[in-house]
C-alpha cells in the first residue's frame, strides 16, 4: 500500500485510448499482411487491459502469449537487472511476433525481452507500447508503434498499477500526492 494519500488526475480518456487503439490496429494489420497466425506476447501485468482491446481490433488471425519480465532498479547504476518471472507458453521460432508493453520508461525491460525473443529466431520482432516516456530513457530502444507520448509523470490506469491498485481504472490519469 503506497504511505501517502494521493489523488488521481484524468489524463487519457477511454475514448481517446480506444481511437488510437483502433488507428494502430490497422497499421499493425498492414505491417503483417500475409502473415498467417500472428503471435501477440503480452508483458504481464501491465499490458493486460491494453492487449485485451487491441486483438479485438487486429483484423487477423492472431495467437496470444505473455511474458512476465521484473526490473530491479540499482540506485548506483543506470543499468538494470531484468529477469524474467514467466516465460512464453509457445515456440516463436520463424514467426512473426508483436510484443504488447505499457509503458516504456527507462527502457530497460522491453530492451531485455526484446533480445531474448530475438535470439529464438522470429521471422519479424516488432513492438507496440500504450504509453511512452522518452524524457526517462537509459537506453537506445523505441517501440515500433506507440499509443501515446507523455511527460515524466507517474500513470495508473487502463492496466497500470501503483502497488498494485488502480488497474482497473478505465482511463489514464496521473497520480498526484496530497
Ligand atoms: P522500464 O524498464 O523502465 O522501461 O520500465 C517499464 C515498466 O515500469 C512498465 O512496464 C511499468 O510496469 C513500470 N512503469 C514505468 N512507468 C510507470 C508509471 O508511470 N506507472 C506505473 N508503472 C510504471
Redesign the pocket.
Known amino acids: 500500500m503506497p504511505d501517502r494519500e494521493y489523488v488521481i488526475d484524468p489524463m487519457i480518456s477511454a475514448k481517446t485510448i480506444a481511437a488510437r487503439i483502433e488507428a494502430l490496429s490497422r497499421e499493425i494489420g498492414a505491417a503483417f499482411a500475409g502473415t498467417e497466425k500472428l503471435v501477440v506476447v503480452g508483458?504481464l501485468?501491465?499490458?493486460f487491459v491494453f492487449i485485451a482491446d487491441l486483438v479485438r481490433e487486429i483484423d487477423m488471425p492472431v495467437e496470444v502469449d505473455f511474458l512476465e519480465?521484473t526490473?530491479y532498479?540499482n540506485a548506483m547504476e543506470s543499468s538494470?537487472e531484468?529477469r524474467i518471472l514467466k516465460d512464453l507458453r509457445g515456440k516463436i521460432e520463424g514467426r512473426d511476433v508483436l510484443v504488447v508493453?505499457?509503458?516504456?520508461?527507462?527502457?530497460?525491460?522491453?530492451?531485455?525481452v526484446l533480445g531474448l525473443l530475438a535470439a529464438r529466431n522470429p521471422a519479424r520482432l516488432k513492438s507496440i507500447?500504450l504509453?511512452d516516456?522518452p524524457s526517462?530513457?537509459?537506453?537506445d530502444?523505441r517501440a515500433d508503434w506507440i499509443g501515446f507520448e507523455?511527460p515524466d509523470?507517474?500513470?495508473?490506469g487502463y492496466g497500470?498499477?501503483?502497488a498494485q491498485r488502480n488497474r482497473n481504472l478505465p482511463y489514464i490519469g496521473?497520480?498526484r500526492f496530497v
Open positions: 508483458l501485468r501491465g499490458s519480465a526490473s532498479g538494470r531484468v508493453e505499457d509503458i516504456v520508461d527507462t527502457g530497460h525491460t522491453l530492451k531485455h507500447a504509453l516516456k526517462r530513457r537509459e537506453t530502444i507523455i509523470e507517474f500513470v495508473v497500470i498499477d501503483f496521473k497520480v
